[in-house]
């Protein structure tokens, strides 16, 4: 994935890193000049840009050479409601503009604030909000990449292997499991990721580079996607698994990029009948391993997107995140059972640590479960620091976040849906919202 300059955070506000503006009130983070708008009001979009502002552009690969086209992507719900006959929400348009920064996002906030309007109305966008992935965790202390000073990966290299648990029931079932994340480590290099070897893991995405931005140093959520993987193949060996790549290096991504990657993946699990997809569907789980601050009145796009999934049968696990703190984050709270709104499909995950709650984990009524996640080993590049680094991988680390407690939790749900033929919100209703199961107080039930 591109990385995106920036200066350094300045005051709150101000665009800061990689063309991330951070809202002073709220503490949701957004791309600058990006929106999120239903594919039916794109002219209405295009005749209220005043004079200064357009559609940014970008150059890819026609028929007859290399064309400019307008920078739009589309989150294409219509193919998977047709795929299933079903009704789909309208398809969401990711926008980028092109102008001066500074009336860019002066636009793009009253256009957020349903300051835009033509004569059928206002017209609705939302920002795309930034989320990032809780590469910074550990048993003491996590925090947002963008308001902290550290910037190194706390991977550690494991010298012991970890073995599979032996399979369960029907390891042939239909069951399939995405990652959203930082991409899958080359596999073609047999020293990488020895667990995930021979298995059914694949990515349609490049192999994630462990130093992309080149600076010798191992990027901040390098092998996070690989290392999540490893702990679902511990627990269900050979599950098909997709990794999709979501995140720039530093482990942020946003609304556009990940729901996108989930429906283009999803549009790849299509058959040629509907009740074989659908079958598939309802057995299929999506991992989001990152978190972050949305406000209120920003999330519609994102929630009807991960409803709609709840409505194909496919069960999202999200990572409650790594902020000790008992503030709602999403997309993890969309599934918040204590609300009416609250996702059924959508589970939140918190960590658990040695001796109980992680020291690290965010917590409180939106939590549905909780897993270990302290100082787990699992699947890693063989990788070794430049110039004397203190680290040599050698196809293993130890990790703890609530990032790795999803990948506990999707194992677990795969293993019971092999050992009980039960589908993905079966699962979820029984190990996870049955009364009287193993809780811990604001972090949901136990599962392991």
Not at 285 to 290: C, K
Not at 380 to 395: I, L, T
Not at 415 to 442: I, K, Y
Request: aromatic share 6%; glycine share 12%; with cysteine.
């Amino acid at each position: 994935m591109t990385d995106v300059a920036g200066d350094a955070a300045g005051e709150a506000g101000a665009p800061g890193p990689w063309n991330v503006v951070v809202n002073e009130g709220t503490g949701e983070a957004y791309r600058l000049g990006q929106l999120l708008i239903d594919i039916d009001d794109r002219d209405r979009l295009v005749d209220a840009l005043p004079d200064g502002i357009t559609i940014a552009t970008k150059t890819v690969e026609g028929d007859e050479g290399p064309e400019e086209v307008e920078n739009i992507d589309e989150i294409d719900y219509a193919a998977l409601g047709a795929a299933l006959e079903v009704e789909a929400p309208p398809n969401t348009l990711v926008v980028r503009l092109a102008g001066d920064p500074a009336v860019v996002d002066e636009f793009l906030r009253a256009a957020v604030a349903g300051e835009i309007e033509d004569d059928a109305g206002v017209i609705r966008v939302e920002h795309n909000t930034v989320f990032m992935a809780d590469a910074q965790a550990s048993p003491v202390w996590a925090s947002p990449v963008w308001a902290s000073g550290r910037t190194t990966n706390i991977a550690l290299p494991a010298d012991r292997a970890v073995t599979p648990q032996p399979s369960v029931g029907d390891g042939d079932s239909p069951s399939v499991v995405i990652i959203l994340d930082s991409g899958l480590a080359d596999l073609d290099d047999p020293m990488n990721a020895p667990l995930l070897q021979g298995g059914n893991v694949q990515t349609p995405d490049p192999p994630e580079d462990p130093d992309e931005n080149g600076d010798l140093v191992l990027d901040p959520v390098a092998g996070h996607g690989t290392f999540i993987a490893g702990l679902v193949e511990l627990a269900t060996p050979g599950v098909p698994m997709f990794v999709r790549d979501v995140m720039e290096f530093r482990g942020d991504t946003d609304v556009g990029t990940f729901m996108h990657a989930a429906v283009e993946q999803l549009i790849g699990l299509v058959g040629p009948e509907v009740g074989e997809t659908r079958e598939r569907f309802e057995r299929t789980v999506i991992g989001m391993s990152f978190s972050g601050p949305m406000s209120a009145d920003e999330k519609r796009f994102t929630y009807e997107g991960l409803r709609f999934f709840g409505e194909l049968g496919i069960v999202v696990v999200a990572a409650a995140g790594n902020d000790s703190t008992c503030d709602r984050m999403y997309p993890a709270a969309f599934g918040d059972p204590s609300r009416p709104s609250g996702l059924e499909n959508v589970v939140s995950v918190g960590a658990l640590g040695r001796c109980g709650p992680a020291a690290f984990t965010n917590h409180g009524p939106w939590v549905r479960a909780c897993a270990e996640g302290e100082m787990l080993t699992s699947s890693f590049f063989s990788y070794d620091e430049p110039h004397g680094g203190f680290r040599q991988f050698n196809g293993w680390a130890q990790w703890s976040g609530t990032s790795f407690s999803v990948g506990v939790v999707m194992g677990a749900f795969v293993r019971e849906m092999w050992a009980t033929g039960e589908t993905a919100v079966e699962v979820v209703r029984r190990l996870v919202d049955q009364p009287g199961l193993p809780s811990v107080h604001n972090l949901g039930t136990i599962v392991s």
